[in-house]
T-cell receptor, first 115, second 108 residues
Framework: GAVVSQHPSWVICKSGTSVKIECRSL??????MFWYRQFPKQSLMLMAT?????????EQGVEKDKFLINHASLTLSTLTVTSAHPEDSSFYIC???????????FGPGTRLTVL | RKEVEQDPGPFNVPEGATVAFNCTYS??????FFWYRQDCRKEPKLLMS???SGNEDGRFTAQLNRASQYISLLIRDSKLSDSATYLC?????????FGQGTELSVKP
């Protein structure tokens, strides 16, 4: 149990385009989902916390107009990187937390390369 | 100062060796603590939670010292398959804060 999927697993896009990444909890309901970014040789950095049906809470330094997060249902959250630039190239990972337990389950990640 | 700091790596050890990772955290209000393992180009996976009394899972032993804000992970009889990056993770309340990770390479 407790499986989280992400789609796509990798994407290459041109500078200036927008990319949408989906995060789904497959066998549980996730009231809270988290979006992380990881650059090479660095740790995971929390970008934002999203709660179902409400606006996401962004970490300091993360542009909310650039990284649009939607958590419309208890099993799906999306991250849209708008007007992507090469410096946005990174490994984006989501996690989902069930109501009650403190454990987060991680998706397999999405590798974004912006040319 | 980073919220979670780990030993710099990489650690290169022979099979069968015992290896210890250290971690310190800055937020004294932190409530829960974990060690995660991350393989190259993969998502992190929970290795074990860390409890104040210390806990063991097979070859892995985790310790927590709240007074010193220090967490450790000991791996005994290391295997080739233990090669990965080990992430110290702290929950100060509602979210996970990751250390930069320590890379472990176990050689035959």
């Amino acid at each position: 149990g407790a499986v989280v999927s992400q789609h796509p697993s990798w994407v290459i896009c041109k500078s200036g385009t927008s990319v949408k990444i989906e995060c789904r909890s497959l066998d549980f309901q996730a009231t809270t989902m988290f979006w992380y970014r990881q650059f090479p040789k660095q740790s995971l950095m929390l970008m934002a916390t999203s709660n179902e049906g409400s606006k996401a809470t962004y970490e300091q330094g993360v542009e909310k107009d650039k990284f649009l997060i939607n958590h419309a249902s208890l099993t799906l959250s999306t991250l849209t990187v708008t007007s992507a630039h090469p410096e946005d190239s990174s490994f984006y990972i989501c996690s989902a937390r069930e109501t009650g337990p403190d454990t987060q389950y991680f998706g397999p990640g999405t590798r974004l390369t912006v040319l | 100062r980073k919220e979670v700091e780990q030993d710099p790596g990489p650690f290169n050890v022979p099979e069968g060796a015992t290896v210890a990772f250290n971690c310190t955290y800055s937020n004294s209000a932190s409530q829960s603590f974990f060690w995660y393992r991350q393989d190259c180009r993969k998502e992190p996976k929970l290795l074990m939670s860390v409890y104040s009394s210390g806990n063991e899972d097979g070859r892995f032993t985790a310790q927590l010292n709240r007074a010193s804000q220090y967490i450790s992970l000991l791996i005994r009889d290391s295997k080739l398959s233990d090669s990965a990056t080990y992430l110290c993770v702290v929950n100060p309340g509602g979210k996970l804060i990751f250390g930069q990770g320590t890379e472990l390479s176990v050689k035959p």
